[in-house]
Structures are given as C-alpha cells and as structure tokens.
C-alpha cells in the first residue's frame, strides 16, 4: 500500500539547533516533494518544492533533500528559533499525476 | 480574490443531515484539492480537479461525499447523511499548475452531533 511517513509525531530541540525532520514514502513515484507549515487552526502554508532530479534545495534557514533511491526526504531548520514551533509536512505530486498526497505531520517545539 | 476561500469557517450539524461545503479558489487556478484532516494527523486527500472535472476521486471516503466545480472556479464538497465520525476539518486548496505550491485556506471545522 501506498505510505508517507513522517519521522516521529513530535520532535523537541533547543533554540539555535538544527532541527531535521524526515519523510519516508512507500509505493510512490513522485515527480515533485515539497514541504509546508501548519499552525494550529491554520491551513498548510508552502515552505520549499523539490524535483526528483534535484538533490537539495534552500531557502534561507531550510534546507531540504530528496533521495529517490532511499525514498526520503530530509527538512533541516538551522538555527531554530521559538517562532520555527509548528506542526510540518511533506507531500508528494506524483508521476504523471496532479495531485498531491500528504504525510502524517511531525509536530516541532523549540525550547527557548 | 487574495487567497482561497472557505465557507462556513464552522459548520455544526445534527447526525443524518444534509452539508455543504464551499471553496473559492484563487482565481486563474486550474487546480483544486479537498482534504479531511483530523486531529494530530496530516491532510487526507478526498478529491482532485483539473478545470471543471473530477481528475481523481479515489479518496472521497463513501457514496455519501460528493463534489462538484461546474465552473471551474468555486467548488461545493456535499456530504449527505452526516455521521459523528465525518466531524473533521476540511481543507480546500488550489494551484496554478504542476509542481507548484498549493495554497490553502482556511478549512472549515464540520462537528456532527
């Protein structure tokens, strides 16, 4: 069956640290992988879109991967601030399809 | 308009009623998604829409959820029969093309008493 994990469903580290949140997907083949914000009460807000040709992609603090043999992708959020605290997913566009299939979340706190 | 649209922001409904739910996309965008997202879990994709067509409704959960776009703009997700277990909050989103972002709104919050 089709799967997309996310690493732990809530992850804690200290301010100024880098945080690294991973995204497993399992029978998927997807053309893009991108990742978004939640904020409680909010919709999805789009942070980063990465191709299956491409390996890493960054945008100021983030960085993100995408490995297509070991079907992952990995988010870093360097020097995390209180204000990084939100709930992030990874979602996958696939193959000669549009639609864009979500992963479980992984809820991220950073401790002042 | 500025972003996507959802209405109403809250829907309470009694078990066994009729609801609709409607979604105002940004405008010029051919994409539109609707998704359940529960408690502590990530967005459940139900329905896709390229233009005014279903491209893919293998998540809409049973024959009791339908939507429709039959101008390809505003999108209705109708959900008959209610039942306590379709309480969630839908999500509706948008895109102007593949791989590009989405943009969602806010959802509304469906309670089934």
């Known amino acids: 069956s089709q799967k997309i994990e996310q690493n732990s469903e809530a992850l804690n580290i200290q301010e100024g640290k880098t945080a690294t949140l991973t995204c497993n997907y399992t029978?998927?083949?997807?053309?893009?992988l991108q990742w978004y914000r939640q904020d409680p009460g909010r919709g999805p807000v789009f942070l980063l879109l990465i191709r299956e040709n491409e390996k890493e992609k960054r945008k100021e603090r983030l960085k993100v991967t995408f490995d297509t043999t070991l079907k992952q992708s990995l988010f870093h959020i360097t020097a995390s601030q209180p204000a990084d605290s939100a709930t992030y997913l990874c979602a996958l566009e696939q193959t000669g399809a549009n639609n864009l299939f979500f992963g479980t979340g992984t809820r991220l706190t950073v401790i002042p | 308009g500025a972003g996507v649209s959802q209405t109403p922001s809250n829907k309470v409904t009694e078990k066994g009623k009729y609801v609709e739910l409607r979604c105002d996309p940004i405008s010029g965008h051919t994409a539109l998604y609707w998704y359940r997202q529960s408690l502590g879990q990530g967005p459940e994709f139900l329905i896709y829409?390229?233009?005014?067509?279903?491209?893919?409704d293998s998540g809409l959960p049973n024959d009791r959820f339908f939507a429709v776009r039959p101008e390809g703009s505003v999108s209705t997700l109708k959900i008959q029969r209610t039942e306590r277990g379709d309480s969630a909050v839908y999500l509706c989103?948008?895109?102007?093309?593949?791989?590009?972002?989405?943009?969602f709104g806010q959802g509304t919050r469906l309670t089934v008493v």
């Open positions: 989103a948008s895109s102007s093309r593949r791989g590009t972002e989405a943009f």
């Open positions: 829409f390229q233009g005014t067509g279903a491209a893919d």
């Open positions: 029978n998927y083949s997807p053309a893009y």
